[in-house]
């Protein structure tokens, strides 16, 4: 909402189950949260694949009545926002293709660092692309593949690819999951019924009634066959460098989901006691920018002894203010979007507790509402390291030259954002907080380490 940082995307599937549309419509408005620009449902009858997607959220592209008539016991969806390939009805997934091994349908969170290298290949060797997402390279390697079954021919795509990708595959065999060697994004299996899920996030499976069974592994495959809903799984690629983006327990996560053992807010609320460690404030009270750093605000709160106070109100009826292309349409975004409580913090020092800072316009904006509402200081808390370099790996930031902290030291952003103080945590923070309890994290925005490098002529735009 107030930030800069854009989410990546949401993926959901049932396999076995007489209402598989109807439960992947309610898994994508759990969803919902990762992506509002475009969402799509397909299902699998007897008659061969169906697909239904559009723009807008869950709600504006599907109806009761559309759901019920999609039908069927294997579904997928997606929820989107572009991280690469421009934001058309074309690119909207699931993207459904016919090949000569049959009809297959992808739903894909993440992005590939070498799908510009791969799609010029495939076009010179006949290939005819339908879009321009990066995703619609791997259905283009299945049918390359002269393997015997589909397993095996993802295995094969895949092999080729170079990135980040938590995959759902809707076939006549079944669903098939898949998570990139390096694990950058979360994919996890539920069960529901006698039916198995796949699910971005647990809070989308617990949406629907099911329970959650485990994280899928890095360079895993899993095959859910259609009648018997039989579960099969393959350690397709030897496993890289773990890499899980930290961001999904900074930002991009519900708070109650679950992620290799922690829930996203019990972790965030330790970032924020760890922030009021490491820069203690003399203040009269807290606050957090809703919603992602309320449960950091909280914890810095619980920590400093100090209260901990609903100082901004958000209204939840309008998108979120990063989807706005123009810079203009941005900011005028936050002002509609959030409202100080003139009451509250009136003649108040107030600690405002965010979880990142991207160009630092928005953070300025906020610290101006404080202000104008009264605020006699306003002292910024940042849950996370400065944010120096773009992700490649299917989050929307900026260039490298738009991010603030990449050309800016801590205090030169705090007279920036018209601050009176400004603090963040370190990768160490991250590190002693969440990676002893999930392992190793990917970082590569705060360091510029990248797991996996770049292809040669890829050149960072990500929108």
């Given amino acids: 909402m107030s930030h800069e940082i854009c989410e990546e995307c949401g993926v959901f599937a049932v396999a076995g189950h007489p209402k598989a549309a109807e439960l992947c419509y309610y898994g994508l408005y759990a969803l919902q949260h990762r992506g509002q620009e475009s969402a799509g449902i397909a299902v699998y009858r007897k008659s061969g694949i169906y697909t239904r997607k559009g723009m807008g959220l869950v709600s504006d592209v599907f109806s009761k009545e559309s759901i019920r008539d999609l039908g069927g016991e294997m579904a997928i969806g997606h929820v989107r926002y572009s991280t690469t390939g421009e934001s058309r009805l074309e690119n909207a997934q699931p993207i459904t293709v016919k090949m000569w091994r049959g009809e297959m349908s992808l739903a894909h969170n993440g992005n590939l ?108 495959i899993v095959k859910i066959g259609h009648l018997s809903a039989s579960l099969q799984s393959v350690r397709a690629f030897p496993p890289g460098r773990a890499s899980l983006c930290v961001f999904e327990f900074i930002y991009f996560a519900r708070p109650d989901s679950d992620i290799y053992g922690l829930n996203v807010h019990a972790a ?4 924020g006691r760890r922030l009021a460690i490491k820069a203690p404030c003399d203040a009269d009270l807290v606050t957090g920018v809703p919603d992602s750093s309320l449960s950091a605000a909280s914890g810095y709160a619980e920590e400093a002894g100090m209260p901990y106070e609903m ?60 202000r104008a509402a009264g605020a006699r200081e306003v002292h910024v808390r940042i849950s996370s390291p400065p944010y120096r ?38 990768v160490a923070d991250l590190e002693d907080v969440l990676g002893k309890r999930v392992g190793s994290l990917c970082y590569a925005c705060f360091t510029g380490d990248y797991p996996v ?8 735009d990500c929108g």
């Fill in 113 to 220: 660092v070498n799908a510009r290298q791969l799609r010029h290949t495939l076009e010179v060797q006949g290939s005819i692309f339908q879009t321009t997402s990066d995703t619609e390279v791997i259905p283009h390697l299945v049918a390359k593949s002269l393997a015997g079954n589909t397993l095996d021919a993802l295995r094969f795509a895949l092999s080729q690819v170079r990135g980040a990708y938590a995959l759902v595959v809707l076939t006549p065999e079944g669903i098939f999951g898949v998570k990139d060697p390096n694990g950058f994004r979360p994919l996890c299996l539920g069960e529901v019924e006698g039916a198995y899920i796949l699910s971005s996030e647990s809070c989308a499976i617990d949406a629907v009634g099911g329970r959650f069974v485990r994280e899928l592994e890095p360079g895993e």
């Fill in 268 to 271: 965030r609320k330790a970032l």
């Fill in 311 to 370: 100082g901004l109100v958000k209204n939840r009826y309008i998108g979120r203010t990063f989807i706005a292309p123009e810079q203009s349409m941005r900011e005028a975004g936050v002002r509609i979007k959030l409202n100080p409580l003139r009451r509250l913090v009136d003649g108040k020092r107030v600690v405002l507790v965010d979880d990142s800072i991207v160009r630092g316009t928005t953070s300025r904006h906020i610290v101006g509402l404080l």
């Fill in 389 to 426: 370099y773009p992700c490649y790996y299917g989050i929307d930031t900026s260039s490298r030259g738009e991010l603030i902290a990449s050309a800016m030291e801590v205090d030169e952003i705090r007279k920036a954002i018209e601050a009176d103080s400004l603090a963040f945590l370190d």
């Fill in 453 to 460: 490098p770049l292809a040669r002529d890829f050149d960072g």
